[in-house]
């Protein structure tokens, strides 16, 4: 194990350590619950629950590099409010994951065999300590998902100079064409062969860029490369990219093509993933609704609920934003493979899968080659109700879903507010059902008709 992994691998499982020590701790500190609801965490306690963030957050708060968090923050904890799979995905779960097995590919990563739907593994804990990781990894990979999504999202970027700019805004459309567990819907969208995911993000404005389009379509199988496509509007054609283009920028945000899923990376079976341990973190993801109804004013967020960014602090959820909640998390380490891993935009990405739902948990940290951290996110979302499922609900990437990714290395930041989505049918009247519109290459050039 390399020194970097082993700080981090140490670093977790003393927090471990000290979170189990402290549940018997006074109330006003820890309690069984670990943050007794009613706490509030600020510059000058902070360190009391530093066990309870993740390594990104704990560099904000510490300073020590450029961007810190707001003097003045305060972090209000609520209760841990349950955030369980829908009924359909369950009863997939039950149906079809004692079909599935890890296999090891040629190339040295593994790949399950025998997916239908729902989790295929929902004791990920359980057989070869050794591919722990995988399992966890692949839940999270196959997490439920509708069958189409979108929402209007933007992207605010602030510099090293303090100045906020509304950079961008997108369309965004994510389809999922295969394992599906919806109410309604097959668990294969025969359109859609042989694809399980479709990402689709086309821009609005600025003007200079409006058209541009991503279109990333993952297949079925996890052996084969994803196809990755951009519409460029001065050309009126798409390119089909190489896959080096995963470590491209996403119209000059500072997310990635590869960090669009919110934690698990494209092409899994090129890497070596660990299981680290477990970790109770702090995450806001029962925000208020009415945060993600405007996207607010062209050069900051809005004042109602955001801390304001400036030079070398960035902008920050307000109490008004909602509380934060202790979630529950896996803690994985995923590296690409050493034959794959010259050129890859990340050394290392640390994810904290959420253990209710397999979601990522709101954090995820990423780090260069040498082993220093790059970037860090931060995500603030709430849940939404699934049509037709009885009243489940579920957390999506596509929106409410605000991302704030801080880039140490470049001395930057990016916020990607996603404001309230359509969901299944909720989307049909805007035509985003419609597979060869959205979720393939010749929907592309339909785009400037």
């Known amino acids: 194990m390399k020194a970097d992994s082993l700080i981090r691998f140490l670093f977790v499982s003393v927090l471990l350590v000290v979170s189990q020590t402290n549940a018997g ?20 306690n902070w360190q009391q629950y530093r066990q309870f963030m993740s390594e990104g957050l704990v560099t904000l708060f510490e300073g020590k590099q450029f961007w810190g968090l707001p003097r003045n923050l305060q972090i209000d904890v609520g209760p841990t409010l349950s955030i369980p799979l829908p009924k359909r995905y369950l009863a997939d779960t039950a149906a079809y994951s004692n079909r599935v097995t890890l296999v090891r590919t040629p190339s040295g990563g593994y790949v399950p065999v025998g997916y239908v739907a729902g989790l295929p593994f929902p004791h990920p804990l359980q057989g070869d300590p050794a591919l722990a990781g995988q399992r966890i990894f692949w839940d999270a990979y196959y997490r439920y998902q509708p069958r189409v999504q979108s929402a209007p999202g933007f992207s605010y970027t602030l510099d090293r100079y303090g100045n906020m700019t509304q950079s961008s805004e997108v369309r965004a459309v994510d389809s999922q064409l295969e394992y599906l567990s919806e109410v309604d819907y097959p668990h294969t969208i025969s359109d859609g062969a042989p694809y399980y995911f479709a990402r689709f993000e086309e821009q609005l404005a600025p003007e200079q860029g409006k058209y541009s389009t991503i279109l990333d379509l993952t297949p079925g199988d996890p052996t084969q490369l994803d196809e990755l496509y951009e519409y460029v509007p001065a050309l009126r054609r798409s390119l089909r ?7 491209a920028p996403v119209f000059g945000s500072d997310y990635l093509i590869d960090d669009q899923n919110g934690g698990p990376p494209g092409l899994p079976q090129l890497f070596e993933i660990n299981y680290i341990g477990e970790k109770s973190i702090l995450a806001l993801e029962h925000a208020a609704p009415e945060s993600f109804d405007s996207p607010a004013t062209p050069t900051q967020l809005d004042a109602h609920y955001y801390y304001s960014g400036s030079p070398g602090i960035i902008p920050f959820p307000k109490p008004a934003m909602g509380k934060w909640e202790l979630r529950d998390t896996y803690v994985l380490s995923v590296k690409r493979l050493p034959q794959f891993a010259k050129g890859y935009c990340y050394g290392e990405r640390v994810i904290y899968v959420d253990k209710e739902n397999y979601f990522g948990a709101g954090e995820l940290d990423l ?3 040498s082993g220093r951290l790059s970037k860090t ?10 049509p037709a499922s009885g009243g489940d609900l579920a957390e999506l990437m596509t929106g409410p879903y605000i991302g704030l990714l801080v880039n140490f290395r470049n001395k930057h930041v990016t916020v990607s507010p996603y404001l309230r989505s359509c969901l299944d049918g909720e989307c049909a009247a805007a035509g985003y059902l419609d597979i060869r519109r959205y979720a393939s290459p010749e929907g592309l050039m339909k785009i400037m008709q």
């Not at 990219?241 to 470590?247: E, V, Y």
């Not at 996110?377 to 699934?386: G, K, N, R, S, T």
Request: proline share 8%; charged share 10%; with cysteine.
């Open 367 to 369: 780090y260069d080659t």
């Open 25 to 44: 701790a006074a109330p006003s500190t820890a309690t069984a619950q670990r943050i007794a609801p009613g706490t509030t965490i600020t510059h000058q």
């Open 377 to 386: 996110q931060l995500a603030f979302l709430y849940p939404v109700q699934i």
């Open 241 to 247: 990219l190489s896959q080096a283009a995963r470590c």
